[in-house]
């Protein structure tokens, strides 16, 4: 339900961005008339607005929007010119944290001096004459922004849509990085376990029709008693057999509901349980994965990792690789994603579904959580 408000809500900005910026235009205006511009931009304007370049910019608008999935916001800034134009975008921290956009084919026309944005991703955008067919946008920000973090681009006029050309610059609001720092034991600690797949997608299927969103709830729900039972909380992302987003989600809105879950309520750590397939039947065997975002991801999957070859049944030990799966990327804390096994190996596919193999994995699972947050506590210097 909420994935197609959100759609929706998407197709109405790529469509009509302009019934989406009125609102904040309107505002803009207001503000842009307190904004006192500086006399050396007023001067500059004023020698060099020229009538002999062949378009200018027109207007200014501003909107934030707001990532519903991710939790993110980004500032939309756009500028109307009355012909086509060309725009880049340099980055700069000295003497104070600066995007420069340059136009190239427009001339500052009737445009006001400033504006004053938002304060939060950014706080005010100024606008120079550059000789007389080219103009400057100065945008004034809270914090240094990586490049990743703005997008400058063009756009077509569209005369049927009432569209002139534009300048677009986005600027996402930056994330705080969040510090860690963690202690020993479970108790008190809250834990997000991901079941992978789930509902309409059944994950890998065995031979024998062992379908993986079964057998990555059967243990999950048994790390859940574990991990309860040592005074930890636990999140499920999901504890029936269902899908976290609602049907038919693209594979990003499926997986980053998950991930929101457990960023919302602040999980110390986020374990995805998974069950590997490959075409060669013979392949199997326990593996673990990890993304190098907190510092502390590899730690945490090779714990796990170290605990869960244990378990009876020879599985090959795969060992701790680095991978940039969906769910460990977007947790904000450390995150593993484990392979249980290989649900294409026959032997395996009967071992993943007795009561003792998933009992163990389970065991497994928080005796690896018990020995990271050991680990992580000794290094992070959190030990009480
Ligand atoms: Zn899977």
Known sequence: MRRKLVFAFFMIFLIFPQILFAAAANNAAVVSTAAKPSQGTAKNMQQVSSKSASAELLNVR???????VKGGSTLRLVIDSSGPIEASGTMINSPSPRLIVDVKGAALGKLKKSMVLDGTIAEKVSFLAVGSKNS??????????NNNGYRVF?????????????????????????????TPGLKGKTI?????????????????????????????????????????????????????????????????????IANKRKADVFVSIHINAFTDPSVGGIASYYYPKTGYD???????????????????????????????????????????????NPREEKLLNTLQFQQEAARS????LESFFAQAAAVTGGGR
């Open 365 to 368: 699972i928080v005796d690896g």
């Open 136 to 145: 400057r946008i100065l945008i004034d920000l809270p914090t240094v922004i």
């Open 62 to 68: 501003y909107a934030i929007h707001n990532d519903a």
């Open 192 to 260: 997000a376990i991901d079941p992978g797949h789930g509902g309409s997608d059944p994950g890998a299927i065995g031979n024998n029709k062992t379908q993986e969103k079964n057998v990555t709830l059967a243990v999950a729900q048994k790390v859940q008693a574990l991990l309860t039972q040592a005074g930890a909380q636990v999140i499920m992302t999901r504890d029936t057999d269902r899908d976290v987003f609602g049907l038919n989600a693209s594979a990003v809105d499926e997986l980053g509901a998950r991930t929101l």
């Open 154 to 182: 063009t756009l077509k006029n569209d005369p049927g849509a009432k569209k002139t050309n534009r300048v677009v610059v986005d600027i996402e609001k930056p994330v705080p990085k969040p510090v860690f720092s963690f």
């Open 298 to 344: 590899m730690m945490l999957a090779q714990n796990i990792q170290d605990k869960l070859i244990t378990v009876s049944g020879d599985f090959p030990d795969r060992g701790v690789s680095q991978a940039g799966f969906y769910v460990m990327k977007h947790a904000d804390m450390p995150a593993t994603l484990l392979e249980l096994g290989f649900i294409s």
